[in-house]
């Protein structure tokens, strides 16, 4: 069964002893940064900081933070409660693989599947939990134990919201995942970089110049499932909220803002209403980002908040970003293997793909083929460079089928001996990360492809390619059977 919101989550990680609750007094500037990194890296569990506090501003806060969530591939399961991830991949491929029916009786066959499609549309409700507490005065985000997270960081940040944004150009409901820097009570940064969606709803109002504002509402906390579609690369016209009902089979229960004319989760812990000025825009950053660097600051447009309605004893979820791997790290990792059935739609030669925690999502891509011609390894690198979800990806590594992808040592190994550098690497122009601090200019710069594949004859290598060091098969297995009787350590195979 789904989660019907955050708590359920919360129940089932603390009944499996994936919770820790933290009775002690800790400061929400540096110091749960400093605990949570050492716990996320060493894989450690989901952290209820029940009595956050800041010497700063001598506040002890009413309600606790919760953080590392979703910090290890047992709590993403868990959040989507299968064993494994690539159920939901089987599942994805299910959909992508439905095809127009062609006759009456396929047209039969195919009515319990569009009818399970159906039943996943968001539902919208006229009341629920997040409607508790209204507060339309005297509003306030020093309430909330909003955190600093690194020392040079520019000031507090919101860092796990769902953005719910409606495009004023045709109306679809778009939600992202934007940090929101603190900028005094009622007011906060809005930083969706260029190629995001709410951006593009930004860019197209300042277009038309048809009124100066718009409007924009925030969800904070919520079943685990809803949360993580706000940070997926969806196609333009998929509603996030359609696609949580489909990844936790029932559809999110939405409830209309007061403020403003948007829908949130129904079972949500906050929600700040408000609006972006087009005639607003400060100077946000810097932020210790996701790629251990600092991104430095920049010009983005303020979110003014008009309302917050919440829970009578709501939790504040947060995140952080930094040298991997850390929380990000895994939910860019259920990224990857959601992503997997829509790239292998669209380039079907693709056997698997992993992006290794130390590229940081968008530094490195491991691409593993089934190569059935000359160039084929050039023609994937291309191919995914034109992917809305993986345009920026730095360097595309293109391996054999046989190349286990997710071993980097692996990877390492079989690429360094397969490649000639002036031959096998070749380089392009396009958009790069809005975080990328490497490249020549702002959102724009330079990808390497690697052909890592066996060359072959018609790719004009004509020498003999040698055969991989194996051992036979039966002298392994008498092996394994004299280990235990050799007194010998290391590996039994």
């Known amino acids: 069964m789904p989660y019907q919101d955050l708590r359920e989550f919360l129940t089932r990680l603390e009944r499996e002893g994936e919770l820790k609750r933290i009775s002690a007094e800790v400061d929400v500037d540096l110091e749960i940064t400093e605990i949570t990194d050492r716990v996320s890296k060493a894989g450690g569990p989901a952290l209820l900081i029940e009595k956050p506090r800041s010497a700063r501003d001598g506040v002890s806060y009413s309600m606790p933070l919760l953080i590392n969530t979703l910090g290890t591939k047992r709590r993403l399961e868990m959040a989507f409660d299968v064993a494994s991830l690539d159920e939901i991949t089987r599942r994805m491929e299910d959909l992508l693989d439905m095809k127009p029916p ?9 009515l319990p599947k569009l009818s399970e499609l159906g039943s996943f549309f968001p539902k919208k409700v006229r009341t629920g939990p997040v409607k508790d507490v209204i507060e339309r005065e005297n509003l306030s985000l020093g309430r909330l134990p909003i955190m600093q997270c690194w020392p040079l960081d520019g000031g507090r940040f919101i860092t796990f919201p769902m953005v719910v944004t409606r495009s004023p150009k045709n109306g679809r409901r778009n939600v992202g995942c934007y940090r929101m820097q603190v900028f005094d009570d009622r007011t906060t940064g809005m930083h969706w970089q260029v190629h995001k969606g709410g951006a593009e709803h930004f860019r197209w109002l300042e277009r038309q110049g048809k009124g100066r504002r718009m409007e924009v509402a925030v969800a904070l906390g919520a079943d685990p499932a809803t949360m993580i579609s706000g940070i997926l690369p969806l196609p333009e ?3 996030e909220f359609l696609f949580a009902g489909f990844l936790r089979q029932k559809p999110v229960e939405l409830v209309k803002c007061e403020t403003v004319d948007l829908e949130v989760p129904a079972q949500a812990e906050i929600v700040l209403e408000g609006y ?4 607003d825009i400060r100077t946000e950053g810097p932020f210790g980002d996701h790629t251990g660097y600092y991104s430095l600051a920049d010009k983005f447009p303020a979110f003014h908040i008009t309302c917050i309605t919440r829970r009578r004893d ?5 995140t952080i970003v930094g040298r991997p791997p850390m929380e990000d790290y895994w939910m860019g990792y259920a990224v990857e293997r959601l992503f997997m059935p829509l790239m292998r739609k669209q380039i079907p030669e693709v056997v698997d793909m992993h992006m290794p925690a130390e590229g940081v999502f968008h530094n490195l891509m491991v691409v593993a083929i089934r190569k059935s011609y000359p160039g084929h390894a050039r023609k994937v690198m291309n191919a995914i460079w034109g992917l809305p979800g993986a345009m920026f990806t730095k360097c595309i590594v293109v391996v054999d089928h046989d190349v286990n992808v997710h071993d980097t040592s692996e990877v390492a190994w079989k690429a360094l001996n397969h490649i ?22 702002p959102n724009f710069g330079s990808k390497m492809g690697i052909d890592a594949t066996r060359k072959w004859p018609t790719e004009g290598f004509t020498r003999d390619w040698p055969e991989e060091i194996v051992m036979n098969p039966e002298v392994s297995q008498r092996v394994d059977n004299l280990w235990a009787s050799l007194g010998l350590k290391g590996p039994q195979k």
């Open 102 to 110: 062609e006759g009456f009786f396929d047209k039969v066959k195919m």
């Open 314 to 318: 709501p939790i504040y979820i947060s």
């Open 420 to 441: 000639d550098p002036e031959r096998d690497i070749q380089f392009t122009l396009g958009p790069v990360d809005q975080l990328e601090h490497a490249s020549r200019l």
């Open 276 to 279: 972006v000025d087009l005639d």
């Open 237 to 239: 016209d998929l509603d």
